[in-house]
């Protein structure tokens, strides 16, 4: 089969081409596992993370991908025989022990043993791949394969983050970047708090117009104050300077979401400008997003799928990959990226 694989890491500004398309053997399931044909996958901003070494797969080569839909074409032992034909999703949660407390407690997203897609276990960056079956969701027949994509991942971080604000109906919204996971949590939000208004922090003069078109009542500079204060932020951003930002946007009592796996040390000074009184006092918090848990993927795309959210896509086939992942690094995307792989 063919696919796109991780050999080396390294900056992408040195190595603008860090995948290769290979011929690699079949994978066979195992024991409650299910092959995959895959017909679509999204490009993320944690393959660059694994790229660039800021998250990097604990072995190599390591085919990436984690926001995958395809065909179950085979069936391991013990896995249900009824998948066989279905249509699924493969999320970043690739397994979870299901045995500890974090597990035990509906945390899944937090179980240390915690393996992603694409990091721990061969992604969708490929024309097949395996699953565990108690990790793969059926995908409701309102949504495209291309179109479901971007929901296993920049849609279910961005429920599970909108989720976490704590914000109620009525009450405004500000998110710090709007790139993929951006502009799903605007669609979301509209039809979960309809009354509430949403102001959009974006370096990109693109993706300020894009929010606007999307509905965003302003959409201003990562710099610039918002028009009133916010009773949450979500920050989808790589860098520090955005969250000092954003904390100066809060409402007292708000809270900021961070949702990012690593962050940029470029600006990590920033951070140094913390003022007490201006950034954190009034009872203003701060919430960090890891991972996802398998119910956060089944919401997302049942809401996708009755309340007509879909993501605006740029489609790109399997070997072209890099130039997917060189644009998405540069920033300024309206939307998602995905590869057309079958």
């Given at each position: 089969m063919r696919a796109m694989v991780l050999r080396r890491v390294g900056p992408l500004s040195e190595h603008p081409d860090p995948l290769t398309l290979e011929d690699v053997p079949l994978p066979a399931p195992k024991a409650g596992e299910v092959r995959v044909r895959v017909q679509a996958c999204g490009v993320c901003h944690t393959e660059l993370d694994e790229i660039e070494g800021r998250a990097t797969p604990p072995s190599l080569p390591r085919i990436?991908?984690?926001?995958?839909?395809?065909?179950?074409?085979?069936?391991?032992?013990?896995?249900?025989?009824?998948?066989?034909?279905?249509?699924?999703?493969?999320?970043?949660?690739?397994?979870?022990?299901?045995?500890?407390?974090?597990?035990?407690?509906?945390?899944?997203?937090?179980?240390?043993?915690?393996?992603?897609?694409?990091?721990?276990?061969?992604?969708?960056?490929?024309?097949?791949?395996?699953?565990?079956?108690?990790?793969?969701?059926p995908i409701p027949d309102a949504l495209d394969s291309v179109a479901a994509a971007p929901l296993l991942c920049a849609g279910a971080i961005g429920y599970r983050s909108l989720s976490l604000t704590g914000i109620r109906d009525g009450q405004p919204l500000g998110l710090t970047g709007f790139g993929a996971s951006g502009h799903l949590v605007m669609g979301l939000s509209r039809h979960l708090y309809p009354r509430s208004t949403v102001y959009v922090f974006a370096r990109s003069a693109?993706?300020?117009?894009?929010?606007?078109?999307?509905?965003?009542?302003?959409?201003?500079?990562?710099?610039?104050?918002?028009?009133?204060?916010?009773?949450?932020?979500?920050?989808?951003?790589?860098?520090?300077?955005?969250?000092?930002?954003?904390?100066?946007?809060?409402?007292?009592?708000?809270?900021?979401?961070?949702?990012?796996?690593?962050?940029?040390?470029?600006?990590?000074?920033?951070?140094?400008?913390?003022?007490?009184?201006?950034?954190?006092?009034?009872?203003?918090?701060?919430?960090s997003v890891a991972n996802v848990t398998r119910e956060d993927v089944r919401r997302c795309l049942a809401l996708a799928a009755e309340c007509g959210v879909r993501p605006t896509v740029a489609v790109y086939p399997l070997e072209e990959a890099n130039t997917a992942l060189r644009e998405l690094s540069q920033g300024g995307a309206r939307g998602a990226k995905v590869l057309s792989i079958g």
């Open positions: 990436p991908g984690h926001q995958v839909i395809g065909i179950v074409e085979a069936v391991g032992p013990g896995a249900p025989p009824e998948l066989s034909g279905t249509r699924v999703g493969v999320a970043w949660i690739f397994r979870a022990c299901g045995a500890c407390e974090a597990c035990r407690s509906g945390h899944e997203n937090l179980c240390p043993f915690f393996e992603g897609t694409g990091l721990d276990a061969d992604g969708g960056y490929a024309e097949y791949m395996v699953a565990p079956s108690a990790f793969v969701y693109t993706e300020r117009e894009f929010a606007r078109e999307l509905g965003a009542v302003w959409a201003g500079d990562s710099g610039e104050p918002a028009p009133v204060p916010l009773a949450a932020i979500i920050d989808t951003t790589p860098a520090w300077r955005p969250v000092v930002r954003a904390l100066e946007a809060l409402a007292p009592g708000g809270r900021l979401v961070i949702n990012a796996i690593r962050k940029s040390d470029a600006d990590k000074d920033a951070l140094l400008s913390i003022d007490y009184p201006a950034h954190l006092w009034k009872e203003k918090t701060i919430q």
